[in-house]
Each structure stands twice: as C-alpha cells, then as structure tokens.
C-alpha cells in the first residue's frame, strides 16, 4: 500500500538547493516543500514526489535555489536620486547635493514612490529582505507591504531637523510610533536607525541605547565611513567614533556597523568582543572613495559580516550579485591571498549573514525546514554561463541578477518568470519621471 501524501501549497523542484547553511552545501536535484509562509522539508525530487501532493509544482531544471538575498545596508527611497552627483567625495556630496535636494523634495510621496522603485529592482535581482534608514519610515514599510518584500525598517536618528522631524526627540518619539502601529505586520521587523556619529549626540546616542535594550531591537549607524569622519571626532570629542559609542553604551550584539572601513586592529578586536556586526558596502566604499573595509581581518576577528548596497544615490545599483562578486574579489586584491572570501563565504555575507545581524537568523538566510519560505531561483543555463562546473562558485563570480526569474517570499512567488507580481513597472518609470523632472527640470 502506498502511503498518503501530505498535502502543501508549493514543492520547488530544483537542479541544485544552494541553502547557505551548512556552508559549502549544494544538494543535487532536490525539491524544497512549502505550506503556507514556511519551508517543511527539503529532500531529493524522488521522495518529495512521493510524500508531498503540492497544489503547484514548480520544475526549476536548470536553476540554483538559493535564500532570498538579504541588502543589510540600504536608503531605498535614495533610487529617486540615482545618479544626481556623481564622482564626489563623500562630504561634498552629501553636504552640496544630497542634503540640500532631500531638504527640497523628501516627502511621504517620494520615499513611497522611491522604495517601491527600489523593491521593484532588488526584487528582480533576488533581494527578498532589505535593511533600510530614512526619513518617513512608515511610507518605506508601506511601500514594501505593497511590493511583497521583506523589510527591516530604521527608525531615523539625526540631531537636524527635515520634513519629517523637528529634532532627535521628534525623530523617536514618530519612529516609535510608527513601530507600534505596525508591529504586526508579517513581512516588516524593526530596527534603530541613529544616521552618524557626526550627526548624532552623544545624549542622544545614550536615548537609542536605552530604547534598543528596552525594545530588544538592533541598531544600524555609519560607523568610521571615511578618514575625515574619524579625524573630526578626534578634534571635536577627542576619540574615535567607535570610542563614541561604546561610551554611550550601544557596542554589543545588537550594533550593525554600516561601512566600517577605517579600522584599527584594536578596534576589530573590539567589535569582536562585544558581538558587533559590520555591514560592508564595497561599491558605495569605492565610488566615494572612502577606503576598502577590512573585511578578511573583520572575519578573521569572528565578527559577523553581512553585505549592502548602501543607496542607489552612491552605488547606483541595488544589485546584491554585483556586491557579493565584489567583496569577493576585493578581498583577494588588498589581502593577495586568493582564498580570502571564497564563494561560499560571499554568498553567506548576502543570506545567513544579514539575518543574523538583524537576529533573524531563526525565521530567514538559509533553506531550512521552519523557516520563511523566502527563495530566490537562479537560471545557470544561459550560454554566457556555460559550462557550469560548481553552481556555488558560478553564483558569486559568473551569474548576474538578471539570471534570476523567481523568487518567493514568505511563501509567495512575487517574480515569475521575470514578471513582478505586485508592481506595476509602467507605473513606476512614470512616477520616476515625475521626481526626476521635479529634482532636475529642464531647462525653459
């Protein structure tokens, strides 16, 4: 007698389950089974035929299954910006271009109308979950609701005022709220967003480390970005920026150091000891010319790295295989060894990686039976990837985001095929076009 079969919503049946734990696994043709929001089991083809009866079959022949890619690091609304002042260096462009067209435009409308353009990109490149920091976070979470994208979503700390907020108090005060209102929301979590050390006191510093350890939840700040950032603190505090922080309580598992470039050894050590995370952003590091980050040291130290695009304003592109082919690859370059990051490694900065700096490592970042079915399918069959030897090694250094054609999150396929399930992409290039001649019109 044949045994019964259980019943589930979707078995992915795929030519390789990549899950990035444990690391360096590649299952050969096996299927990955799904009820409702959570991955059940994954197991070989043959035995999930017999034991699951799926209401949709997908056959993924030629495809990698790997965690949906999680963006540690991002302004989301910042798309709208994309290649407005180019080839600055970090404070001219953020004091002379930047500050002043957010000071100008930034509104409810244009961080909706911005995030939902940048889910639609980081969607169709694999990105499932991104960790985002800017002015009116609820439009940024409502702007992911709509899309059917995952979101850790900052609640912005900056001493200056802006549309959105009158000063740092205002700033906690409309972000705990937001929080409070939308706590339940399936597909958003939460997290403290303090913009700088440069921009941020050390009273208020010391608010966001009371707030984080009443609420349990992760804070995110750009942490030594530049030589200039540090040398200012050094004559106006008389420390570091790290040092900074650590006085004001907020070094512990809970930080996400955003850059992290300019780093003494003392210093990884330090973050290393209290269980610090670093978000590495190599493109936006490299376009500013803000250093490279020491990533192998960082990992070396057993400090969690995870991977970001930062903002489509200093990358351009929201593009995590770029960010994992690139981090790869810098590391190799400025260590000159050549196992520094492997692929493997890459892969994990952009899945298991942000989850657990987001400590959501339990519910997403790998392929795991209980977790969020959130799954991103890669297509190695392209001739530009042929032949494909190790589909680990063909992720990070030979596939792009546009192999990608499917991708689930919490259970439901939100890219089929290349299409968008829940955007409009005629719509958004309109309302693209409506910012752009808004921050740049023509000339009469």
Known sequence: MTAPQNCIDTLIEARWVIPAEPARCVLDRHAVAIAGDRIVEVLPIADARERYRAAEVVVLADHALVPGLINLHCHAAMSLMRGIADDLPLMDWLKN???PAEARHVSEAFVYDGTRLACAEMLRGGTTCFNDMYFFPRDTARAAITAGMRAAVGMIVIDFPSAYASDAQDYLSKGLAF??????????????????????????LRKVATY?????????????????EIQQSLEQHKVRPLQ??????????GLIAVHAVHLTSDEIALLAR????????????????????????LLDAGVNV?????????????????EMRLAALLAKG???DATAVPAWQALEMATINPARALALDDRIGSISA???????????????????????????????????SDVWVNGRRVLEAGTLANLDTEELLARSHYWRDRLHPSPS
């Not at 609420?215 to 030594?224: A, G, S, T």
């Not at 069959?381 to 985001?401: E, F, K, M, T």
Request: with cysteine; aromatic share 6%.
């Open 97 to 99: 271009h930047i500050w």
């Open 370 to 404: 209980g977790k969020f079915a959130d799954l991103t399918a890669v297509n190695l069959a392209d001739i530009n990837l042929a032949p494909c030897y190790d589909p680990l090694s063909h992720l990070v250094y030979a596939a792009g985001r546009e192999h990608v």
């Open 334 to 336: 400025v260590t000159g």
């Open 306 to 322: 995870g991977i970001g695009t930062d903002g489509a304003a200093s990358n351009n592109r929201l593009d995590m295989f770029a």
């Open 244 to 253: 900074r922080l650590h006085d004001a309580g907020l070094l512990g598992p």
């Open 212 to 228: 984080a350890g009443e609420l349990d939840l992760p804070v995110q700040i750009h942490l030594h970005e530049t030589a200039h």
């Open 179 to 204: 929080r409070d209102e939308m706590k339940n929301e399936p597909l958003l979590h939460f997290c403290f967003a303090p913009h700088a050390p440069y921009t941020v006191s050390d009273e208020n």
């Open 274 to 297: 209290y269980g610090c995370h670093v978000a590495h952003c190599p493109t936006s590091n490299l376009k500013l010319a803000s250093g490279i980050a020491p990533v192998r040291a």
